[in-house]
């Protein structure tokens, strides 16, 4: 079946303007996560998404993030006037609900702040 | 603070031999520990996992032990095989968080 999908591969803006990455989950899967990986860095969890709630937004790095996702499938997460800092892969994932620990990871979008 | 820790950046095995990869932890209300495999401009892959109430769970060519006294899991892969030359990344779920806490990784070379 179909895996997680991420677009777009490849993202490049110029600092200062605003960028909306997608996401879409697998099938029947009611929890989604949005992670983060810097260049030689682990995978650092920005936020989760319980069906279209998002409970957790601990791992959020400024207001200048926001994710929405509309009910159990598509999500996306906006970064605003970004920086350089924000350069990354991020990763989305889904697993099958809350508390099933194993997650399955889409392809990422390599974000890169000029 | 890091909660997870892979302390080996990279790890050289022979073809054939066995692959120890070794991950620690701090926080000890982590309940549930996974291993991921990632190829460059790849997202991880799933591997194996164990919950914190057994100390092996094993799958194929892979074992996964978990020591929670010590706070410490490896993950060993035998024989190792060329396709297994990837970056491994230790998880944790549980301790508080919904998302998982990675390790920064261990990037697995297999020499023929």
């Known amino acids: 079946g179909a895996g997680v999908s991420q677009s777009p591969s490849n993202k490049v803006t110029e600092k200062g303007k605003d960028v909306e990455l997608r996401c879409d989950p697998i099938s029947g899967h009611t929890a989604l996560y949005w992670y983060r990986q810097r260049l030689g860095q682990g995978l650092e969890f920005l936020i989760y998404?319980?069906?279209?709630?998002?409970?957790?937004k601990s791992g959020l790095p400024s207001d200048r993030f926001s994710a929405e996702r509309t009910g159990e499938s598509v999500s996306t997460l906006t970064i605003q006037r970004t920086q350089q800092e924000d350069s990354a892969v991020y990763l989305c994932?889904?697993?099958?609900?809350?508390?099933?620990?194993?997650?399955?990871f889409g392809p990422g979008t390599r974000l890169t702040v000029t | 603070d890091q909660q997870v820790k892979q302390n080996s950046p990279s790890l050289s095995v022979q073809e054939g031999r066995i692959s120890i990869l070794n991950c620690d932890y701090t926080?000890?209300?982590?309940?549930?520990f996974l291993w991921y495999k990632k190829y460059p401009a790849e997202g991880p892959t799933f591997l194996i996992s164990i919950s914190s109430i057994k100390d092996k769970n094993e799958d194929g060519r892979f074992t996964v032990f978990l020591n929670k006294s010590a706070k410490h899991l490896s993950l060993h892969i035998v024989p190792s095989q060329p396709g297994d030359s990837a970056v491994y990344f230790c998880a944790a779920g549980g301790g508080g968080a919904d998302g998982l806490t990675f390790g920064k990784g261990t990037h697995l070379i297999i020499q023929p």
């Open positions: 998404f319980q069906g279209n709630s998002a409970p957790d």
């Open positions: 926080n000890s209300m982590f309940d549930y």
């Open positions: 994932a889904s697993s099958l609900a809350r508390g099933i620990y194993e997650q399955y």
